[in-house]
C-alpha cells in the first residue's frame, strides 16, 4: 500500500512538473530580443573564428622563423667546430 501511494505521488509530482515546464518555458517563437542576442553571437563568433585564423597564420610564421633561426645556429655551431678542429 506504502509502495503504491509513493508510486502515485511521484508520478503525480512528475506529471506537475513537466506540464509546469512545457507550459512555462517551451515556446516555440524567439522574442525580437533572443533574435538579437543571437545575431550578436553569431558576430562575436565569427570575429573570434576570424581573429583564430590571424593567430594561427603568426603562429605558422614563428614556427617558420624559428626553424630557420634553428638551421642557421646548427650550421654556425658545425663552422665553428670544424674551426676548433684546425686551429689547436
Do not use: H
Not at 31 to 47: F, H, I, R, Y
Amino acid at each position: 500500500m506504502y509502495k503504491t501511494k509513493s508510486l502515485i505521488f511521484t508520478l503525480l509530482a512528475f506529471l506537475i512538473l513537466s506540464t509546469s515546464a512545457l507550459l512555462t518555458g517551451c515556446s516555440s517563437c524567439p522574442t525580437d530580443e533572443q533574435l538579437a542576442d543571437l545575431e550578436n553571437l553569431k558576430a562575436e563568433v565569427s570575429g573570434l573564428m576570424e581573429s583564430n585564423s590571424r593567430v594561427d597564420g603568426q603562429i605558422a610564421q614563428m614556427q617558420s622563423d624559428i626553424n630557420s633561426i634553428e638551421s642557421a645556429t646548427s650550421k654556425l655551431r658545425s663552422d665553428f667546430d670544424a674551426a676548433r678542429k684546425r686551429c689547436p
